[in-house]
Each structure stands twice: as structure tokens, then as C-alpha cells.
């Protein structure tokens, strides 16, 4: 857990910290350490000063401290002004009085926090001299370290039941003026009592960065668990005689299964290589920082957000399309698939899309200014072309779907400021427009980086792997072109012919993939222990998992349960 916070290789540190450790085989359904290691040691690093890293810091990363990161409130999440803990300084004593003036104030669903943190990380507004300077993270011990008791004027608890993660321990945490020294804002500031803005205060976005390129690849890695799992029990499955005198197939022998399955793998590795290109941006946007410059975060923590929301919403989708696959077998717990199902859509709901900078990129960009690489694009002028049926040529069309999208919903917003809407009614009645621009803008990157990523391994590996690499990436671009046929006919200058031609290809890839299948999945390299599914493990051996789980059953300890003679026997000996 160290590595985390220091390491700048993300492969390196994620793929052995998830994809391989028995930690993650233990806490199946998620741990109550996820906070400590992925925003409280990472905000303390990030945010805190020499001093407060002496005090806090070496005791978190040897785990003699346990903390989380408290930000959403029971009545507020993403409309950060709208989070109503409060920090009030107190000039005499040289102390910050925290308040939850209320019950929507509370802090909801921080993991770690109902029984397992002794501190944690609160952000809170800062109110000095009676003007609020806006949210600041502060860090506050909440039970004491010997006896593990709430200290005085904490209130926390567990939230209750979840769809999942049951593991991680959700709690609630409530202040009524709970006095902390001075040290403890995790900011520069005066001893008067005045309140001294710089660059720090920005960095909380940094590590927001940082939490969703974590979502991107837990994303990917929640969807490649799945899609093990799934190949490997369609290798065992056996169904169907299509042929007289010739034996029953494997499923995955099946194209309707390989479209439900292929596409997972596929996804996956885009998913995979896009979060370990965000990691890359994102510690050379920390090189900035140190230096004070600022100028990429609008643009880093926009593509942050949307990616987060493609990549969590495509994942949960393919995790539930690997779960159906699967047939009655998927629906049991001991599969993991309704566990994984849940791990993966509770991304969703973690954070939210930011179409602010893509408007302004395009008001860049019809001014002539110049824009970062990612949006670089929409600068570009709209060539009428015919359909190339190539990746690069798919890359180009989403990029004008994204371009048409969004130059859509900013003339639609124009429209309605002309009518005689506020600017924030004209938003919000564009709002449908915008969401969906930004989510075109996310595919035509995610589209772009698997590409461009993909050739930077494949020049480093053999023919054989190189060419299926880019089979899978095909496939990826092809399958997303006939998802999204609709946009591309109306922006991307697809015909009906182009459309058989692409069906037909997507046909001929999902032959080429079946002999490397399961080799595929493989190479995702989870331990048995991780995957933790009866129908997915190395062996193969997947009914005799399901009968041994089901033997463990404690309704099966005795041939003839209590219930029989309590309520069954009576019922059936009563006259009606």
C-alpha cells in the first residue's frame, strides 16, 4: 500500500495491488482501507505542509493512524457550494469550531468511516470574521486512539445495507462544535486569523483527478474479472446439437456469445490503456502544480469527469451483458457476477460529467485560438468525405460526431439566451444537448488513445500478439460504430452500404478472436483467489464448484429441515 502514494508506474501499483493480491481475494466485497490509500494518504501528500506531513503523514503510510475522506453530505454531493459543514475560526483560542448546522449537513457514505477511521479528512466551509472563503479540507481525529471511542461532539455511524460493497464500512459523521487547533486546515494561513488564497487551494481537484483515473481503471479491471469469468464457463458449457451425429458445441463456439463477450474484452483493454494514459497527463500536470501552474487543470479534471462516466457506464453494461451470458449459473452468488455487477455500477453514481470546458474549447476554436491535444479536433475544419472503413478513418468520424454534437447544443443554448432565458435556464434547457456532446467528445478520446496506445505496445511484441491486439481494437471501433449508427449517419457520413460491409467485418473478427479467446482472458492474469467464481476458475472445473458450494449450504447440514416438522407437516396433515 506504500507504493500507492508514491509510485508514478499506475500499471506497476494497480495491476499488483488488484489484479494479482490475495487483499483483494480477502475483501471480496470491498475493503474498509479503500479511503486510507486512495484519497486520505493521497490528499495529505498532495495538500498538506512539511509540518502536517510530519505529524500525519508517516504515521498513515505505516497504518498506526486509519483515515478517510470526508467531502458529500447527506443533503449535497457534486454542488460542492452547496455542502453546509462549517470550519468558523475562533481568533482567541486559535481554533476551528466545526458545526453541522443541520441534518442534511451531515457527511454520508465516506468508506471506512462508520467503524474502521480514527481520522479523517473533512472538507468544510471556511468561515473567518463572518465571510465564508469556501470549502477547505481540514483533517480531524474522530475516535480516540487507545479506547477507539467517539471523541466529544463527533456523531458517527454506519449508514446500513447497500447493493454492495458491504465491506467498505459507509458511515456518517456529524459535528457539533468540535473545536481542532489552527494546524489542522490543511492550507496556509495567517495566525490573525486572515485567510491567505493560493494555488493549493486548487489541488483538491488534483486529487478528484486522481480518484477518477483510480474509476477508470477499476472500471476496466471489474469488467475484465467479469469477462474471465464468463469465457472460461462458456469454454465449459456445452449446449445445443446444430449438427446431426456431431457432438454438442461450446458455447463461446456460438457468434451470439462471442458478440456478448468479445466486445468485453475489447473494452477492457481500452479502458485499461486510457487510465494508464490519464496517469500519465495527470503526473505531469503534478510537475506543473509544484510549480504553481495551473493552467491545464479546467481541461485534466473535465476529461477526468467524463471519462470516469464512459468508462463506468460501458463497464457496468458489459459487466451485466458477462453475468446473462452465463444463463441461470450467472444468477449465483458463488459466480461472483452479481457481486462484480454491483462493484462496477456503483462507479456510476461516484461523479458526475463537466461540459463547461468543451464549450469553451469550441468558442476556441472558432476564434482561431489554440487548444490542448485532447480537444485539438474540434479546430479542425469539417471536411465533406466519404465513409473510410479503417480505425483511423472510425477515430475521425467520432470526432465529428462530437464536433456536430456540440456545436448542436451550444447553437440550441444561444437560441434560448436569445429568447430571453437567464444564462442558467438557456443551461439548463440544453442540458439533454450538452450531457450528450460531452459524452461524444469522451468516446472520440477514448476512441483516439486505445488506438494510438495500442501501437505503442504492439511495436514492442510479437507478430502473432501484435495482430490480434489490433483485431480487438477493430472490433472495439466497429462494435461502437454500429452502437452508435444513428449519430453516424447523421454526422459521420455513413451510408447503408458502409453499414454491411462493417456488419460483415464484425462477423469475420469474432471468428478470428474464438481460437484466442480464452488465452485472452488469461493473460488478465487474476489469481482464483480474486476472482473468487465457481464458473471462472484457472481449472475449468466449473460444476464441480457449484455442486461443492452449494453442499456448503448450512440447509444442507441435516436430510430434514426443522421446517418440516414446525410448519410443513401440519399444513399438509390440516384439512383446508
Given at each position: ?53 510530519r ?46 448546522p ?8 465516506p ?7 480514527n ?7 471556511l468561515?473567518?470574521?463572518?465571510k ?7 483533517i ?24 454492495t ?5 459507509n ?36 486529487t ?6 483510480t ?17 472460461r464457463?462458456?469454454a ?49 500536470f503534478?510537475?506543473?502544480l ?19 462516466v464512459v ?28 457481486q ?130 489490433y ?26 452500404a458502409?453499414?454491411t ?30 476472482l ?17 458450494e ?27
Amino acid at each position: 500500500m506504500k507504493k500507492i502514494g508514491y509510485s508514478r508506474n499506475f500499471e506497476d501499483v494497480h495491476k499488483s495491488s488488484f489484479r494479482e493480491s490475495v487483499h483483494t481475494g480477502i475483501f471480496k466485497d470491498g475493503s474498509p482501507f479503500m479511503l486510507q490509500y486512495s484519497m486520505f494518504i493521497p490528499t495529505l501528500q498532495g495538500m498538506a505542509d512539511e509540518e502536517q506531513k510530519r505529524r500525519w503523514l508517516n504515521r498513515a503510510m505505516n497504518f498506526e493512524i486509519i483515515g478517510t475522506y470526508a467531502q458529500t453530505e447527506l443533503g449535497h454531493g457534486t454542488f460542492i457550494r452547496g455542502l453546509e459543514t462549517q470550519a468558523i475560526y475562533n481568533e482567541k483560542t486559535e481554533e476551528f469550531i466545526l458545526h453541522s448546522p443541520t441534518l442534511t449537513a451531515y457527511k454520508w457514505w465516506p468508506g471506512g468511516l462508520a467503524h474502521t477511521a480514527n481520522y479523517c479528512i473533512v472538507m468544510a466551509q471556511l468561515i473567518i470574521k463572518g465571510k465564508n472563503h469556501g470549502m477547505q479540507p481540514f483533517i480531524v481525529q474522530i475516535r480516540d486512539e487507545e479506547t477507539h471511542m467517539p471523541l466529544p461532539g463527533i456523531k458517527v455511524g454506519e449508514i446500513g445495507p447497500k447493493l454492495t460493497f458491504s465491506g467498505v464500512n459507509n458511515g456518517f459523521l456529524g459535528f457539533e462544535h468540535v473545536r481542532i487547533p489552527r494546524e489542522n486546515m490543511l492550507m496556509k494561513y495567517n495566525q490573525d486569523g486572515t485567510f491567505k488564497s493560493n494555488p493549493n487551494s486548487k489541488l483538491t481537484y488534483g486529487t478528484m483527478v486522481y480518484v477518477r483515473v483510480t474509476i477508470v481503471f477499476g472500471a476496466a479491471t471489474q469488467l475484465a474479472r467479469a469477462v474471465t469469468i464468463a469465457v472460461r464457463y462458456s469454454a465449459v458449457r456445452r449446449q445445443s446439437r446444430p449438427k446431426p451425429n456431431e457432438p454438442e458445441p461450446q458455447i463461446l463456439d456460438y457468434a451470439t456469445q462471442q458478440h456478448k463477450l468479445f466486445i468485453g474484452i475489447a473494452t477492457s483493454h481500452a479502458y485499461t490503456l486510457l487510465a494508464y494514459w490519464l496517469w500519465d497527463i495527470y503526473t505531469s500536470f503534478k510537475k506543473d502544480l509544484e510549480s504553481g501552474n495551473l493552467d491545464r487543470l479546467p481541461e485534466l479534471h473535465s476529461l477526468a469527469c467524463v471519462l470516469k462516466v464512459v468508462s463506468s457506464k460501458d463497464c457496468t453494461r458489459l459487466v451485466e451483458q458477462c453475468r446473462m451470458s452465463c444463463g441461470g449459473h450467472g444468477f449465483m452468488m458463488s459466480s461472483s457476477l452479481p457481486q462484480i455487477y454491483g462493484l462496477a455500477t456503483a462507479a456510476c453514481t461516484y461523479e458526475g460529467e463537466n461540459t463547461v470546458s468543451l464549450v469553451k474549447a469550441l468558442d476556441q476554436a472558432t476564434k482561431g485560438k489554440p487548444l490542448s491535444p485532447t480537444m485539438a479536433y474540434l479546430g479542425e475544419r469539417s471536411v465533406t468525405t466519404k465513409w473510410e472503413n479503417s480505425v483511423d478513418g472510425i477515430v475521425k468520424s467520432f470526432q465529428k460526431v462530437s464536433i456536430g454534437k456540440l456545436r448542436a447544443a451550444v447553437s440550441s443554448l444561444k437560441q434560448y439566451e436569445r429568447s430571453g432565458l437567464s444564462p442558467e435556464d438557456a443551461w439548463n434547457k440544453s442540458s439533454v444537448q450538452l450531457i450528450s456532446a460531452a459524452e461524444a467528445h469522451g468516446r472520440a478520446v477514448v476512441m483516439s488513445v486505445y488506438k494510438s496506445e495500442t501501437d505503442k505496445y504492439a511495436s514492442t511484441v510479437s507478430a502473432g500478439l501484435k495482430t490480434v491486439l489490433y483485431q480487438l481494437v477493430e472490433l472495439y471501433a466497429i462494435y461502437m460504430v454500429l452502437q452508435k449508427m444513428g449519430d453516424m449517419l447523421l454526422y459521420g457520413n455513413l451510408t447503408e452500404a458502409d453499414v454491411t460491409v462493417l456488419q460483415r467485418r464484425y462477423e469475420e473478427l469474432l471468428e478470428l478472436l474464438r481460437p484466442n479467446a480464452v488465452g485472452l482472458v488469461d493473460a488478465f492474469d487474476f489469481r482464483d483467489e480474486v476472482l473468487s467464481s465457481t464458473l471462472g476458475s484457472y481449472d475449468g472445473f466449473a460444476y464441480e464448484r457449484l455442486m461443492e458450494e452449494a453442499m456448503k449450504s448450512p440447509l444442507n447440514a441435516e436430510p430434514v429441515n426443522q421446517s418440516f416438522e414446525k410448519y410443513m407437516k401440519p399444513l399438509m396433515k390440516g384439512k383446508l
